[in-house]
């Protein structure tokens, strides 16, 4: 059985910083790239960023590069990101996503939500101001 759960949401000051993590279980050897994507009450989810686990290659969303940095433990089968001077506009659940089908080649393509076969649950990220 497939899964992935995330870890490490919370309520943050702006300026804060906040881990989350996630787990994954079950064809993880087949998932790559992994990425996170967040979605803000009102918004359509979005793109945050994306790993290669084979050549640890990464790509970032504009409104977070600089300030998130994202990583992976194959040996955990892990995937974490860490958020670094955070704002209010960070505010939003964050979703860990895996690709098991176009390989570890990071491409336009890992962008889109549409590209990931598998989700989580879900974290509640809050940045107050």
């Known amino acids: 059985q497939v899964q992935l759960v995330e870890s490490g949401g919370g309520l943050v000051q702006a300026g804060g910083s906040l881990r989350l993590s996630c787990a994954a279980s079950?064809?993880?050897?087949?998932?790559?790239?992994m990425g996170w994507f967040r979605q803000a009450p009102g918004k359509e989810r979005e793109f945050v960023a994306t790993?290669?686990?084979?050549?640890?290659?990464?790509y970032y969303g504009d409104s977070v590069k600089g300030r998130f940095t994202i990583s992976a433990d194959n040996a955990k089968n892990t995937v974490s990101l860490q958020m670094d001077s955070l704002k209010p506009e960070d505010t939003a659940v964050y979703y860990c996503?895996?690709?098991?089908?176009?390989?570890?080649?990071?491409?336009?393509?890992?962008?889109?939500?549409?590209?990931?076969?598998?989700w989580g649950q879900g974290t509640q990220v809050t940045v107050s101001s």
């Open positions: 079950g064809l993880t050897s087949s998932m790559n790239p």
């Open positions: 996503a895996a690709d098991a089908t176009r390989g570890y080649t990071i491409t336009e393509a890992h962008m889109a939500a549409s590209t990931y076969e598998f």
């Open positions: 790993i290669s686990r084979t050549n640890y290659r990464t």
